[in-house]
């Protein structure tokens, strides 16, 4: 074990603001920067050095070639790089405000042995040094890399010290080295952070980034051989990978010699789409607009003739329901208008992969073209989100059909504990075995907890005769894995139990010797949470402790299983594994573990916060241009749902799609879905809907983002597609004009609204913060996100080939940086949250995010897979249901009331995707009126009264065209969007249960938080399942009491005595009113027909409710009845109750 420490790079960041507010004094604004020769040396400059040598221009293009000589010759820089990797993906990087970034290396991950050459901790050859227990240096095989010809030994801080103080003497045959230039400078103890190698590139192949991209965007900003005003969008020529073509211009060939290069083929050759839109059958859907436009009318000709014509006898009765009816015909409308231009939508898998994965004259390989996918997946709390589910969701990241070098998985843990980060290193040592295993047997799903609990048969369509044993085998594992994963939690407290009291022996001990005849005291030791390696996590103790807390710890990244090699490596026979997996594809996506520092005093900003520090920090490290965000409960159950969301973003316009939204499918809800947790009428309907217009809501999980989106970019070509916000959903004129003059090409990261403002990346520090390698990355994610320009017709796209090349491997100095992006303050004075990455200040931080993206004129798509893309779960327990529906309601009231409200949108937002977003703001005020019209029933009942004067024919022939064209377009939602007509019918008796619950409860928040500025906080919905092993549904009859619950209750016990009483009234009248009964009884049984999943709630399971309930509910309504009648007798009678006596 040992630490080592670097002095990273905060003069890159800015401290002036973090220094007044800390008792500390900051770190002084210095660091070490090496440069490394063309030999492979590493030469030290100070930053003032750097600063002033950079001034000349003739510093920039200096080179010294020092000739090989038998003094000199240099190690491979590939074999030096890739040992560089393998020690930082074992160590544990930390750092934060006023600390130093530290590399903690480590030997030891979890308890249990890990086996792949990938994973952190990984069991090897031992140093064969004397008193050094390390591992010796592996490929990624795990094969030993030996530096000497007999074989001896020795890992990479012997090597390094046998070359630096030994003379370059091997200690085992005593023979000089004869490579001895292995990353020199990575060994001392306050190292400056090392540059990867720049390699022999051209400026060309450096502009366009992934040509021969490295890591190091401080060497390239040093040497200044990356000019930021023209980095990547030189046009002219044909350059690229291979044969890769570019067009001149804008077009295809200009009839000169020069455009010989451009292959007629591509020109010929048909051009085929990957994505179609698959429009709603005319016989569907004319019939639809047709009845929303009767049913605007009739609702018009209705609310006149109700407001002219008033009930004299009760006129506080008709106000009331006149002004209720108006919000509801308001609010139908905003939910029913962004519904007239539903889509569906297809892809052509097969097309994407000829395109990017069969060779062709710009791949002759056939390597993978496709752009890089970083997935995060995010969590916060190991007891209400359970470690073996986050760990399943993992496991299904890793095994996903998606090029393996192009997949990259960030876990952020909000909580810092380290049961997640034992958890997910246990998921990735089962990695090992499962991923290979599904790529072996294409299993569906490749969650390992669904895959094997599936009730269909899990041997069909399998033909391979080594099924049956492997799956045995992968069973065995997964059970074994999981028990290692529920003793967790005691071997952690064991553990630390044990090394607490070493501790304290040893404090003791040494008291002693201090106090020699004295009487020893007790010695209090803050009991720390200790890890597989005998040291002190750096995260949240069980116990807490300063700096060791849930909101004040330092900033963590576990590389947990380091970037795979760019080649297939399959396995062999020679393999001691449990399974055969000769010819299948072992290696595993790059893995991290990700836990931001958390400081008292700053505002962390919940998931939004996380969200944003893994984009940072993946930015750094893998930088892929696209990203999948998913919760820890939601897992990947089609495996090439990935490739389904890229055949959007690389098709012809992809470039102007900020996201790929993905319908949430759950599991584990109740056969009959009781509170409508499927909420297949938002999903299927309402989303497929606002597909149509500029695209479907972020919902917060399964949605695939372009980053450069994420960073606040506007679209690409805004002011061609910028046609004012009337253009509703039909076509648009495109502008051409200026277009013309000015290529789009250097206006593809714009922001603003001037066609003639350019993008300074010198100004970019005041909105992403200083660091320098984070910058860098933004235009080389806009570049690789691209759609490939295989067709005139395809604007601002990329040559093919281009992203052929091998990613560079990683470095300390970079996973060093990515510490540092992920610190507590490097936020401060930058617009994060504000116009980049997700937005701050809502509870749902999700829709502002997706809205401030559709403002910006970007479009979104909704895709619908064949097979479901992703799964996950939902509360099926009321109470936990009325809350997430409380948090959603109190986001919208939020959104409401702040500058994200839709009527504020710029003109560049469509006007029914207007309409769509002011109806997510403005549904939860419906509550207020919706309970009002509740008791209307009940207090006309009460009265004697109705709504209107008589019952008369005007009345019933409207009442029923309205409920009937509501009938006709529920028939036909159903009809296009595929749902069914059980489903639509539990979402609108949870429309009410919300309705007279939540939306009130969220609209009084809302009001609070904007009135007298008091927060709102909220709980994390529990993922884990309920104690009930026999009974999966078991949370469904658990009554768990809340206040959201009385206004219901209320609502049913009032409505239900109002019938009592109204029916005891009109049978004990003189002259019985029997019209006004009907009425008032018809919309109290309207009421009480929505609210029995609530009632249902309520009595618990069935069969637990004693009889003796339900007698005791049936007399309390009838003395209520009776007794009414008895106090209030009909009029015409001088007798108590009428005609009826008490005997």
């Known amino acids: 074990m040992a630490s080592k420490s670097f002095k990273l790079s905060r003069s890159n960041l800015s401290v002036s603001s973090d220094a007044a507010d800390s008792q500390k004094p900051p770190l002084p604004p210095t660091v070490t920067f090496g440069r490394r020769t063309s030999s492979g040396r590493y030469i030290s400059y100070s930053r003032d050095d750097l600063d002033s040598e950079l001034g000349s221009s003739d510093f920039m293009n200096y080179t010294v070639h020092i000739p090989p000589t038998p003094d000199n010759q240099p190690m491979d820089p590939s074999i030096s790089q890739k040992v560089e990797e393998q020690y930082v993906s074992n160590s544990l990087f930390t750092g934060g405000f006023n600390s130093v970034t530290r590399a903690h290396l480590m030997d030891k991950v979890i308890d249990s042995e890990t086996s792949h050459p990938q994973m952190a901790g990984a069991k090897g ?51 000089p080295y004869k490579n001895t230039e292995l990353d020199e400078v990575a060994a001392d103890n306050g190292r400056p952070l090392p540059l990867p190698p720049p390699g022999t590139v051209s400026k060309m192949e450096r502009r366009l980034s992934l040509m021969k991209s490295t890591k190091s965007v401080l060497m390239r900003s040093q040497t200044g051989d990356f000019d930021h005003n023209r980095w990547l969008f030189e046009t002219r020529g044909t350059y690229g990978y291979g044969n890769a073509i570019w067009p001149s211009d804008g077009g295809f060939g200009s009839g000169k010699d020069e455009d010989v290069a451009e292959s007629k083929e591509l020109l010929s050759k048909p051009w085929r789409p990957l994505t179609r839109k698959l429009k709603i059958p005319a016989a569907v859907i004319s019939p639809y607009r047709l009845l929303i436009f009767i049913r605007i009318v009739v609702l018009g000709l209705f609310l006149t003739w109700r407001v002219r014509h008033q009930n004299n006898d009760a006129i506080w009765l008709w106000g009331m329901s006149v002004v209720c009816e108006i919000w509801f015909a308001f609010s139908w409308l905003l939910d029913q208008l962004p519904k007239l231009c539903p889509i569906n939508r297809a892809t052509d898998l097969n097309v994407l992969k000829e395109k990017f994965e069969i060779p062709n004259p710009s791949n002759p390989t056939g390597k993978s073209d496709l752009p890089g996918v970083d997935v995060f997946v995010s969590t916060a709390d190991p007891e209400k989100e359970p470690p073996l589910v986050t760990a399943n969701t993992i496991l299904s990241i890793l095994a996903a059909d998606y090029p393996v070098e192009k997949l990259s998985c960030y876990v952020s843990d909000d909580g810092g504990a380290l049961l997640t980060f034992e958890a997910m290193a246990e ?93 020893v005291e007790s010695v209090k030791i803050p009991k720390a949470t200790w890890m597989a390696d005998g040291t002190h996590w750096p995260g949240t103790w069980m116990h807490p402790a300063s700096e060791h807390s849930r909101g004040d710890h330092a900033g963590i990244i576990q590389v947990m299983l380091k970037p795979p090699s760019d080649e297939p490596l399959h396995g062999n026979a020679d393999d001691t594994r449990i399974m055969d997996f000769t010819d299948v594809d072992i290696r595993l996506p790059l893995l991290v573990y990700v836990s931001r520092e958390k400081r008292p005093g700053y505002d962390h900003n919940k998931k939004a916060g996380a969200m944003n520090a893994l984009v940072r ?80 809501v972020y919902v917060g999980t399964g949605c695939l983002f372009r980053r450069t989106a994420l960073y606040g970019f506007d679209p690409p070509r805004a002011k061609e597609h910028h046609s004012g916000c009337f253009s509703c959903c039909f076509a648009r004129r495109k502008k051409h004009s200026s277009v013309g003059n000015n290529p789009e090409e250097n206006r593809a990261l714009r922001m603003g609204d001037s066609d003639d403002e350019e993008m300074n990346l010198s100004q970019f520090p005041k909105m992403f913060g200083n660091s320098t390698f984070l910058i860098d990355s933004i235009p080389v994610a806009e570049f690789q996100g691209r759609p490939l320009a295989d067709h005139p017709a395809v604007k601002n796209g990329r040559p093919p080939g281009a992203l052929t090349i091998p990613r560079e491997l990683l470095d300390a100095s970079t996973v060093a940086e990515a510490v540092s992006v992920i610190s507590c303050w490097y936020e401060d004075k930058t617009e994060w949250g504000q116009r980049v990455g997700w937005i701050y200040g809502s509870v749902t931080e999700d829709v502002v995010t997706g809205y401030r993206m559709h403002n910006r004129g970007w479009k979104s798509v909704y895709c619908v ?71 209307l029933p009940a207090l006309s009942l009460f009265s004697g009264q109705f709504i209107v004067q008589t019952l008369n024919v005007t009345f019933l022939v409207y009442l029923l065209v309205i409920s009937l064209t509501l009938c006709l377009l529920a028939l036909l939602e159903i009809k296009w969007s595929g749902i069914a007509l059980e489903e639509w019918w539990r979402n609108e008796q949870f429309w009410l249960i919300g309705g007279t619950s939540a939306h009130l409860a969220a609209v009084l928040q809302g009001l609070l938080k904007v009135i007298a500025g008091i927060e709102i906080s ?38 239900l005595i109002a019938i009592a009483v109204g029916v005891s009234r009109t049978i004990y009248s003189v002259i019985p009113q029997w019209s006004r009964l009907l009425g008032g009884v018809f919309f109290s049984f309207w009421v009480l027909a929505h609210l029995y999943p609530f009632a249902k709630g309520l009595m618990g399971r069935r069969g637990r409710t004693p009889t003796i309930v339900f007698v005791w509910s049936g007399l309390i309504a009838i003395t209520i009845s009776l007794l009414w009648v008895a106090i209030n007798p009909p009029s015409n009678t001088d007798q108590i109750g009428g005609s009826f006596q008490f005997p």
């Open 125 to 175: 050859s031992s140093c064969s040094i004397p008193g050094c227990d390390a591992k010796v240096m592996s490929d990624e095989r795990g094969v030993d890399i030996l530096p000497c010809e007999c074989d001896f030994k020795i890992c990479r801080d012997c090597y390094i010290d046998a070359v630096k103080t030994g003379g370059g003497i091997c200690p085992g045959c005593k023979e």
């Open 427 to 519: 998921a990735a040592s089962f990695a090992n075995i499962w991923v290979p295993f599904c790529r072996k047997h294409d299993i569906e799903p490749r969650n390992p907890e669904s895959y094997f609990t599936l009730k269909r048969d899990p041997y069909k369509n399998k033909v391979r005769p080594d099924f049956v044993k492997d799956r045995r085998r992968a069973k065995r594992e997964y059970d074994e894995f999981k028990v290692r994963i529920n003793g967790l939690p005691d071997s952690i407290r064991r553990r630390s139990d044990a090394y607490h009291a070493r501790e304290e022996i040893k404090a003791m001990k040494l008291q002693r010797q201090n106090r020699d005849d004295e009487p």
């Open 617 to 696: 920090a993946s930015a750094i490290m893998s930088n892929g241009p696209f990203i999948l965000n998913l919760d820890c409960d939601h897992y990947i159950y089609n495996s090439q749902a990935m490739r389904e969301g890229m055949c959007f973003m690389m098709d012809r316009g992809g470039d102007r799609i900020c996201y790929v939204q993905f319908p949430q499918r759950f599991e584990g809800i109740d056969p009959s879905d009781r509170y409508a947790n499927h909420n297949t009428v938002f999903f299927d309907v309402n989303m497929r809907a606002l597909d149509g217009l500029m695209g479907p």
């Open 865 to 935: 897979t064949k097979r479901d893309a992703f799964r996950g779960t939902a509360p099926i327990n009321l109470t936990d249901r009325l809350h997430q529906v409380l948090r959603w309601a109190t986001g919208s009231v939020e959104i409401f009331f702040s500058r994200n409200n839709a009527l504020l949108a710029s003109p560049r937002m469509k006007f029914l995707q207007r309409i769509a977003y002011l109806n997510v703001g403005i549904y939860p005020f419906t509550s207020i009126f919706l309970i009002v019209y509740c008791f």
């Open 1018 to 1055: 909220f709980t994390l919905t529990s993922k884990s399942a309920g104690d009930d092993v026999d009974d999966e549904f078991s949370d469904l009859y658990l009554v768990k009491w809340t206040s959201l619950m009385i206004p219901p209750i209320v609502i049913m016990m009032v409505n």
